[in-house]
């Protein structure tokens, strides 16, 4: 069955430092999201891609955050100059979208995001 | 503002009985609604998906149920079984899109 992968599966960064964290969603999906969970925590949503550009953010997704489709199977997102409350989950979803029943999200295993 | 409720509190039951969740929510007319599992360190999974126009829905051992004017979806898992443990997500739409608002969840615990 098709599944979305993300890597690192872990990431250990110092305060101030830049990551990227990548995606490879499901090859004939269409939008792309990102997602984090900060531990004990629920899934938070950060932001929607479609057609190569933002579609929905939420207040989480501020000018430190930016996301890439940098060729037709990757989804990047990249955190400027990380911060001590970054340390989350992050996950990567694909969905359809093309109505229907196809609204479901198939989310990766996540990247463990830690600041130091 | 928007909010999902779920139970926070963990549910404990015991093997071959039913589970029932419960998903509140307030300040959103939402087209759908899904529910997801989610095990400890993985990433959501999706279970099922009720629309508005729906009452209720099954698969295998799931049901949901979906009343907007009690703003009020309830998650069913008949014959539970140990393999069922895990934190159960309601999700709703953001804005009419295809982002999704998800619940903390609440934790189920099937004891043998």
């Known amino acids: 069955e098709p599944e979305v992968t993300q890597t690192p599966s872990h990431q250990v960064t110092q305060m101030g430092q830049e990551v990227i964290l990548r995606c490879v969603p499901i090859s004939n999906h269409l939008y792309f999201y990102w997602y984090r969970q900060i531990l004990g925590q629920k899934v938070e949503f950060l932001v929607s891609?479609?057609?190569?550009?933002?579609?929905?953010k939420s207040e989480i997704f501020d000018d430190q955050f930016s996301v890439e489709r940098p060729d037709g199977s990757n989804f990047t997102l990249k955190i400027r100059s990380t911060k001590l409350e970054d340390s989350a989950m992050y996950f990567c979803?694909?969905?359809?979208?093309?109505?229907?029943?196809?609204?479901?999200?198939?989310f990766g295993s996540g990247t463990q995001l830690s600041v130091l | 503002s928007q909010k999902i409720e779920q139970n926070s509190e963990a549910l404990n039951i015991q093997e071959g009985k039913t589970a029932t969740l419960t998903c509140n929510y307030t300040n959103y007319s939402p087209a759908y609604l899904q529910w997801y599992r989610q095990d400890p360190g993985r990433g959501p999974v999706f279970l099922l998906l009720?629309?508005?126009?729906?009452k209720e829905k099954r698969k295998e051992r799931l049901k949901v149920t979906f009343d907007t004017t009690l703003k009020q979806s309830l998650f069913h898992i008949t014959a539970s079984q140990p393999a069922d443990s895990a934190t159960y997500l309601c999700a709703l739409d953001i804005n009419s899109g295809y982002a999704l608002n998800f619940g903390k969840g609440t934790s189920l615990l099937v004891t043998p």
């Open positions: 891609f479609y057609n190569n550009e933002i579609s929905e």
């Open positions: 979803a694909s969905s359809e979208a093309m109505g229907g029943t196809n609204e479901k999200l198939f």
């Open positions: 009720i629309r508005e126009n729906e």
